[in-house]
Each structure stands twice: as structure tokens, then as C-alpha cells.
């Protein structure tokens, strides 16, 4: 039986948005593929779409106003730093953070390599113990692993709770009585779970490293893109996230880190930009987030960002997380009462993000992503740099469906109709 709209319980949920004015800034939505098959993006835990905005801002920088910037006087090079310096004003201002406390890097991963590199290999030694999760990206995990093998420290890995999908906090009570550093992610790319981080680091903070608080690093990829983050509200350390899963370009993310711990970091990358005074003796460096930006900086990319969260700063982003997670809830009913599909997740929780992971019993992930393809749906396959996560899960990856703010209610029927006729068809 074909799913459709009048079935759907959640509708009225998605309403709060105006979905053909949203889709209307998207360009690339108005594609079509080869055989004029309508594209229905559906990889944006991956990457998201990016609205003209962000495109016309990146475009104008090059256009008007390109310059290196701090560096020259000439007029170019004043409205490229101005405008540079706008831009981390602006995309600090939207996480509710003082501009000094953004590093600018070029995503998740190097935000997370930058605590690594430059707060823990300055601050953590043999006998600290960093605590993190089974639900980890591999860019939280790699970086913890190579500073055991330089520094001795401990890693411990909380797992996760097979009945519930969801971490288990009481493991978590216990490990963290000694750590130094909690490293967790916000919500996971695989499972969409988003893990209780207001408790995670009140309970870091007051028993973390026997009763004198723990560090916290929180990856927040996916959780920007559907939930308004307050950094100095969190009460956490670090806090990593990349713009292109926001609406922004690729290759540009940030750290966000207190004044305080800040000023306890080492930088990692060394050059221009990132240096006070250099002489043949030694060099001293640049405070603040400077301190750590070292050689060109992504200079249209923070254009583009800044265009983004201004873009998203007209939508209410509770708004905008029950329509993702009704979309996702809603598809995983469905999928569920097709034969042989087994869903990852708890899509009963409103918490939950837009991530919907599935499998089916004899189609393999990849030739199940193929085959949507086909239909014009773009999903993404793989083990979703979760290997740990795959392994806890008892598989060795997933397919994904992962919804954003423009897809909309007839895109979730017409992929689960059109799952069901590859099942029926392949099985």
C-alpha cells in the first residue's frame, strides 16, 4: 500500500514553515537529473544545500572586494578584513558567543585536532584520562588514539546502549569520576540520537577528575543545522562544528573555546597571520583566536558562513527541528512496515534529528543507495565514519536518509514509495 499524505498524523507539524519560499533560495532543488528524474536531496547529514545568499556573498568577495586580509593598507584589503571580521562577529554572535571565543578552521575534524594538538597535548600527560563514546565520528576518536601513543593518556569509550540506541549514561556516571576530558558528540550522524549534553556536563564538571570538574569538547555538527546552540549557556569547553552542514560553504567550521581555556592552548599550525614578532632568535604569537589561525584564512568561506547564519537566524529553529524529526519519524513508520527493512534510531524520541539509517535484509546498502538514485533520491551509504558505532550496531554500514529545513512531506512519500518498489521488485 502506497503511503500518503491524508495518512500522515505529523503534518500540521511541518506548516510553521513557508517550505516553496524556503525551497525557492535553494537553486540546485530546481534540478533535474538525467532522464528529467526530479531530484530529492536526502544527504544532508553529509553536507547541506546551500541557499543563493550564500553563493551571492562568496560571489561579491571575489567580484568586488578581493584582498588578502590584516595585512595591507589599500582599500581592497580594508573591506576584505572588515568584512572578514563582520563575519566572525556575526557567526559568533548567532551561538550566543563573544567574537573572541570563534577560532576559524576548516571544519569539525580540525576543530577537534585543534584541542588535541593544542590544549591537550599542552595540558594532559600519562595518567589523564580522556572519556568518549562508541557514537563518535572517526575525527573524535583518531586524534584521542595518536595522543595515547604520545602521551600515555587513558582513553575510555562509553558505549552504547544496544536495547535503547541511545548512550548509556549509567556507564557514563562511573567512567567519568576521573577524567580530564569528555569528549561526546551532540547528536550522531548515524543514529540521530541526540545525547543529553546539559547533563553530560554538569556531570563532568562536578565529578570529573576526582571532584575538580573535567574539560568538555562537544562535537556539534549535527546539531546545528536544527537546534539554536548557546555556547556560554552550554557551560562546556570546546564546542566543534562545521558551516556546510548549516547551510554554509565547505571548508570552513569553527571551535568555539572560553576566554580562560584559551589562553591555556598552543597553537599547532605556525606562519603568517598567526605570529606577534618573528626574529632569528624566536617568535611570540598573536592573542586570541588569531593565535590560532595561522596563514590565509578562508576568507570568502566566512562570507559564505555569516550569509548562512543570517539566512537561517528568519527561521525558528524549534521550528525547524519538528519539521526534520516529523519528516524522519513519519518516513521510519513507513519504512518499517516494508518487508525486510530494519530501521537504527529512536524516532520516537523528539529529540531525535532528521536522520532516518536502514538496511534491508538481502539488498546490500549500496546497491539499496543505487537503486534510489535511480528514482532521483540522493542518499548516502557507507559506515558513515562510525566504524565503532557499525560494529556496536552489528553491521558494517548503513544506507541514510537524512532530511533538512526545504525537504518537504511529498519528498518522504515519494521516497518510501519508492523504496517499496525497489523492495518488491530486488527482494
Same mark, same amino acid.
Given at each position: 500500500m502506497e503511503a500518503r499524505i491524508e495518512d500522515k498524523a505529523l503534518l500540521p507539524s511541518t506548516m510553521a514553515l513557508n517550505l516553496n519560499t524556503i525551497r525557492a533560495d535553494f537553486p540546485i532543488l530546481s534540478r533535474r537529473l538525467e532522464g528529467e528524474r526530479k531530484l530529492v536531496y536526502l544527504d544532508n547529514a553529509a553536507t547541506t544545500q546551500k541557499p543563493q545568499v550564500v553563493i551571492d556573498a562568496m560571489n561579491d568577495y571575489y567580484a568586488n572586494t578581493n584582498a588578502n586580509v590584516h595585512r595591507a593598507v589599500h582599500t581592497l584589503a580594508g573591506e576584505a578584513t572588515e568584512g572578514y571580521e563582520a563575519s566572525r562577529t556575526g557567526i559568533a554572535a548567532y551561538f550566543g558567543a563573544p567574537r573572541d571565543n570563534l577560532i576559524f578552521t576548516s571544519g569539525t575534524t580540525e576543530a577537534i585536532n585543534l584541542v588535541a594538538y593544542g590544549w591537550a597535548r599542552a595540558n594532559l600527560g600519562k595518567g589523564d584520562v580522556v572519556l568518549t563514546t562508541e557514537m563518535e565520528h572517526h575525527a573524535d576518536i583518531v586524534p584521542w588514539q595518536i595522543l595515547s601513543?604520545?602521551?600515555?593518556?587513558?582513553?575510555?569509550y562509553v558505549p552504547l546502549d544496544r536495547?535503547?540506541?541511545?548512550?548509556?549514561?549509567?556507564?557514563?556516571?562511573?567512567?567519568?569520576?576521573?577524567?580530564?576530558?569528555?569528549?561526546?558528540?551532540?547528536?550522531?550522524?548515524?543514529?540521530?540520537?541526540?545525547?543529553?549534553?546539559?547533563?553530560?556536563?554538569?556531570?563532568?564538571?562536578?565529578?570529573?577528575?576526582?571532584?575538580?570538574?573535567?574539560?568538555?569538547?562537544?562535537?556539534?555538527?549535527?546539531?546545528?543545522?536544527?537546534?539554536?546552540?548557546?555556547f556560554p549557556e552550554l557551560g562546556c569547553d570546546f564546542l566543534a562544528l562545521s558551516a556546510h552542514k548549516m547551510g554554509g560553504p565547505t571548508?570552513?567550521?569553527?571551535?568555539?573555546?572560553?576566554?580562560?581555556?584559551?589562553?591555556?592552548?598552543?597553537?599547532?599550525?605556525?606562519?603568517?597571520?598567526?605570529?606577534?614578532?618573528?626574529?632569528?632568535?624566536?617568535? #611570540?604569537?598573536?592573542?586570541?583566536?588569531?593565535?590560532?589561525?595561522?596563514?590565509?584564512?578562508? /576568507?570568502?568561506?566566512?562570507?559564505?558562513?555569516?550569509?548562512?547564519?543570517?539566512?537561517?537566524?528568519?527561521?525558528?529553529?524549534?521550528?525547524?527541528?519538528?519539521? /526534520?524529526?516529523?519528516?524522519?519519524?513519519?518516513?521510519?513508520?513507513?519504512?518499517?512496515?516494508?518487508?525486510?527493512?530494519?530501521?537504527?534510531?529512536?524516532?520516537?524520541?523528539?529529540?531525535?534529528?532528521?536522520?532516518?539509517?536502514?538496511?534491508?535484509?538481502?539488498?546490500?546498502?549500496?546497491?539499496?543507495?543505487?537503486?534510489?538514485?535511480?528514482?532521483?533520491?540522493?542518499?548516502? #551509504?557507507?559506515?558513515?565514519?562510525?566504524?565503532?558505532?557499525?560494529?556496536?550496531?552489528?553491521?558494517?554500514?548503513?544506507?541514510?536518509?537524512?532530511?533538512?529545513?526545504?525537504?518537504?512531506?511529498?519528498?518522504?512519500?515519494?521516497?518510501?514509495?519508492?523504496?517499496?518498489?525497489v523492495v518488491e521488485r530486488f527482494s
Amino acid at each position: 500500500m502506497e503511503a500518503r499524505i491524508e495518512d500522515k498524523a505529523l503534518l500540521p507539524s511541518t506548516m510553521a514553515l513557508n517550505l516553496n519560499t524556503i525551497r525557492a533560495d535553494f537553486p540546485i532543488l530546481s534540478r533535474r537529473l538525467e532522464g528529467e528524474r526530479k531530484l530529492v536531496y536526502l544527504d544532508n547529514a553529509a553536507t547541506t544545500q546551500k541557499p543563493q545568499v550564500v553563493i551571492d556573498a562568496m560571489n561579491d568577495y571575489y567580484a568586488n572586494t578581493n584582498a588578502n586580509v590584516h595585512r595591507a593598507v589599500h582599500t581592497l584589503a580594508g573591506e576584505a578584513t572588515e568584512g572578514y571580521e563582520a563575519s566572525r562577529t556575526g557567526i559568533a554572535a548567532y551561538f550566543g558567543a563573544p567574537r573572541d571565543n570563534l577560532i576559524f578552521t576548516s571544519g569539525t575534524t580540525e576543530a577537534i585536532n585543534l584541542v588535541a594538538y593544542g590544549w591537550a597535548r599542552a595540558n594532559l600527560g600519562k595518567g589523564d584520562v580522556v572519556l568518549t563514546t562508541e557514537m563518535e565520528h572517526h575525527a573524535d576518536i583518531v586524534p584521542w588514539q595518536i595522543l595515547s601513543k604520545e602521551c600515555g593518556i587513558e582513553i575510555r569509550y562509553v558505549p552504547l546502549d544496544r536495547e535503547t540506541m541511545t548512550l548509556d549514561m549509567e556507564a557514563f556516571e562511573i567512567a567519568v569520576e576521573d577524567a580530564s576530558l569528555v569528549c561526546v558528540v551532540h547528536t550522531s550522524n548515524v543514529l540521530g540520537v541526540r545525547n543529553d549534553v546539559e547533563r553530560i556536563i554538569q556531570l563532568a564538571k562536578s565529578r570529573g577528575k576526582g571532584g575538580e570538574g573535567a574539560h568538555v569538547m562537544l562535537d556539534a555538527a549535527q546539531a546545528a543545522p536544527h537546534e539554536r546552540i548557546d555556547f556560554p549557556e552550554l557551560g562546556c569547553d570546546f564546542l566543534a562544528l562545521s558551516a556546510h552542514k548549516m547551510g554554509g560553504p565547505t571548508g570552513i567550521g569553527a571551535l568555539f573555546t572560553t576566554t580562560d581555556t584559551m589562553e591555556t592552548m598552543k597553537p599547532f599550525i605556525s606562519g603568517g597571520d598567526m605570529i606577534e614578532t618573528v626574529t632569528l632568535e624566536g617568535s #611570540t604569537y598573536q592573542k586570541g583566536p588569531h593565535k590560532f589561525e595561522a596563514g590565509t584564512p578562508r /576568507i570568502a568561506e566566512a562570507f559564505g558562513w555569516h550569509a548562512a547564519v543570517q539566512w537561517l537566524d528568519q527561521h525558528n529553529m524549534e521550528d525547524v527541528h519538528a519539521h /526534520i524529526s516529523s519528516l524522519a519519524r513519519w518516513t521510519a513508520k513507513q519504512m518499517r512496515d516494508i518487508p525486510g527493512i530494519r530501521i537504527y534510531g529512536r524516532h520516537d524520541l523528539e529529540t531525535t534529528s532528521g536522520v532516518v539509517s536502514f538496511l534491508h535484509e538481502m539488498i546490500h546498502a549500496e546497491d539499496l543507495a543505487h537503486l534510489m538514485d535511480a528514482g532521483g533520491f540522493a542518499v548516502r #551509504t557507507g559506515h558513515h565514519c562510525a566504524q565503532p558505532l557499525m560494529e556496536a550496531l552489528g553491521v558494517s554500514s548503513t544506507a541514510r536518509a537524512s532530511f533538512w529545513i526545504y525537504n518537504t512531506m511529498e519528498e518522504a512519500e515519494a521516497f518510501v514509495n519508492h523504496l517499496r518498489g525497489v523492495v518488491e521488485r530486488f527482494s
